[in-house]
């Protein structure tokens, strides 16, 4: 039997995102959860990075802007009013952590394009707006399970996945 162990409340632990990189951030997670739990543990960052705003928010994607995620959203739809290269991506971090040993970050992208408006109510962050290649809906729209084979984290997480198969 596999068994997922989460508890937040035995290890009441938040870590600042000081890191530059989703790498970094991702890492300062993972390791500071392992150390603090004595178990391993896994952690991600990610974010947005937008061409036609030379890449950002990225990894700022969270903070870019104090609010909730529609306050988010309506700030990126007003940096993108009237602009035409909309190509972006979803990009993540994800770092497994041994308790006093190794640390191993893997990343994934998602390549797409951002919405002239929000749609869906499947999804959080700027899933309304992302609409990944190959699809004509927005992540917010793609059922769970799509989702979770396509996203950044998914093919960040199935890296990770494949490196530890391998060892």
Same mark, same amino acid.
């Given at each position: 039997?596999?068994?997922?162990?989460?508890?937040?409340?035995?290890?009441?632990?938040?870590?600042?995102?000081?890191?530059?990189?989703?790498?970094m951030n991702a890492i300062l997670k993972a390791q +500071?959860? +392992?150390?603090?739990?004595?178990?391993?543990?896994?952690?991600?960052?990610?974010?947005?990075?937008?061409?036609?705003?030379?890449?950002?928010?990225?990894?700022?994607?969270?903070? +870019?802007?104090?609010?909730?995620?529609?306050?988010?959203?309506?700030?990126?739809?007003?940096?993108?009013?009237?602009?035409?290269?909309?190509?972006?991506?979803?990009?993540?971090?994800?770092?497994?952590?041994?308790p006093d040993g190794w640390t191993l970050v893997c990343?994934?992208?998602?390549?797409?394009?951002?919405?002239?408006?929000?749609?869906?109510?499947?999804?959080?962050?700027?899933?309304?707006?992302?609409?990944?290649?190959?699809?004509?809906?927005?992540?917010?729209?793609?059922?769970?399970?799509?989702?979770?084979?396509?996203?950044?984290?998914?093919?960040?997480?199935?890296?990770?996945?494949?490196?530890?198969?391998?060892?």
């Amino acid at each position: 039997m596999k068994e997922l162990v989460f508890a937040p409340d035995a290890f009441p632990l938040e870590v600042e995102e000081t890191g530059t990189t989703y790498a970094m951030n991702a890492i300062l997670k993972a390791q +500071a959860w +392992a150390n603090a739990s004595r178990l391993p543990s896994l952690a991600d960052d990610s974010g947005i990075e937008v061409e036609a705003l030379q890449w950002r928010p990225g990894v700022r994607s969270a903070r +870019a802007v104090e609010g909730s995620d529609d306050v988010r959203n309506r700030w990126l739809l007003d940096q993108m009013r009237g602009r035409s290269d909309r190509l972006a991506y979803f990009v993540a971090a994800v770092a497994l952590a041994v308790p006093d040993g190794w640390t191993l970050v893997c990343e994934g992208a998602c390549r797409g394009r951002l919405g002239e408006c929000g749609a869906g109510e499947n999804g959080f962050g700027y899933d309304p707006l992302f609409i990944p290649d190959g699809y004509g809906v927005t992540m917010a729209e793609l059922s769970s399970a799509l989702k979770n084979r396509i996203s950044h984290r998914a093919r960040a997480v199935s890296v990770l996945l494949e490196i530890l198969a391998e060892k």
